[in-house]
């Protein structure tokens, strides 16, 4: 990780947008009675904090690990409005471990604003965990693929209840992978088609600077899997890793021919895409201004309508 760029650090005009940003929560609040809410859906932000003293890390994560220091939803918030965004979801960071009270309290901070992916522990009761925190506004679970070998890590009695509990409750999956471990996902997806499954950052294809054809075969093979949708995000870390990432159309050609629009969202992965020699704006930008073939309708599901389904319909 790099260090923070001055964009992390709130100026006045900044603030002011903040400000702002933080009154969406009211509006949205008394436009989702009457009307649908505007704006674009950032699908996969992660928020924390340098107040370790209220949230504290999980053990054995290091302070040095959080690069920026800081990165809240004001702060996020700067980047995102001017942007067009409105609505954001977050992913637990991984600093706090099963510890999601910061998630969950920034989305009680600005309602209507936030959805949440929480991490659970799946081998402690993880179906009532997860009702739980549905009932505070979480929509989706992450599945971490880590070191368990990536035929088997779906396998546990606690995966097999999270995902039975998933296809019950309309809760998501949402699965940060490389591509290996696809073909353990698409046969969790034949035992319970009714799951959403989220796969994260085109499934890392592309995260060593070459986007191999057998990777993104099989990426968009779980297109057959028809609760399976798959995040446009994180183009400052695929390809050529350079804005405007304009390398990353053909791939993503690709997966609008296999799941369709509706089955695409876009996202950031911020902080990340704000460092350093990227910009909120370069990711907005490459769905909204650079792939000539998407439509105006593909741009509508991508930047926003994809992820409401998911994400903000209960």
Request: proline share 7%; charged share 25%; aromatic share 8%.
């Amino acid at each position: 990780m790099s260090t923070p760029d001055a964009s992390l650090r709130i100026s006045r005009r900044q603030a002011l947008a903040v400000c702002a940003a933080a009154g969406v929560a009211t509006t949205l609040g008394a436009a989702e009675k009457d009307e649908p809410p505007t704006g674009y859906i950032d699908a996969h932000v992660h928020v924390w904090t340098p107040d370790l003293e209220k949230y504290p890390l999980a053990p054995g994560r290091k302070v040095s690990e959080m690069q920026p220091a800081s990165f809240t939803p004001e702060q996020l918030m700067a980047h995102a409005k001017p942007a067009g965004v409105s609505r954001v979801v977050l992913i637990q960071m991984s600093f706090y471990g099963f510890d999601n009270r910061y998630m969950l309290d920034t989305m009680a901070r600005f309602p209507g604003v936030f959805s949440g992916v929480a991490v659970i522990d799946q081998q402690a009761k993880p179906v009532e965990e997860m009702r739980r925190l549905a009932k505070l506004g979480v929509r989706g679970f992450r599945l971490a693929l880590g070191s368990r070998p990536a035929d088997t890590w779906l396998d546990s009695d606690g995966m097999q209840a999270m995902w039975k509990c998933g296809a019950e409750d309309g809760l998501a999956m949402c699965c940060l992978v490389n591509p290996d471990a696809l073909p353990s996902i698409a046969r969790m997806c034949r035992k319970f088609p009714e799951t959403p499954v989220v796969i994260d950052h085109f499934a890392r294809v592309g995260a060593g600077g070459e986007i191999r054809e057998a990777d993104l075969d099989a990426l968009c093979g779980l297109a057959k899997h028809k609760r399976t949708y798959v995040k446009v995000s994180a183009f400052y870390a695929l390809g050529k890793k350079q804005p405007p990432y304009s390398d990353l159309g053909p791939m993503t050609k690709r997966l609008l021919e296999a799941y369709g629009p509706e089955r695409l969202m876009w996202a950031t992965d911020c902080p990340y895409q704000v460092n350093p020699g990227h910009t909120y704006a370069d990711s907005v930008a490459l769905i909204r201004d650079k792939l000539a073939f998407l439509t105006a309708e593909d741009k509508e599901w991508l930047l926003r309508k994809t992820a409401e389904l998911v994400y903000f319909t209960a």
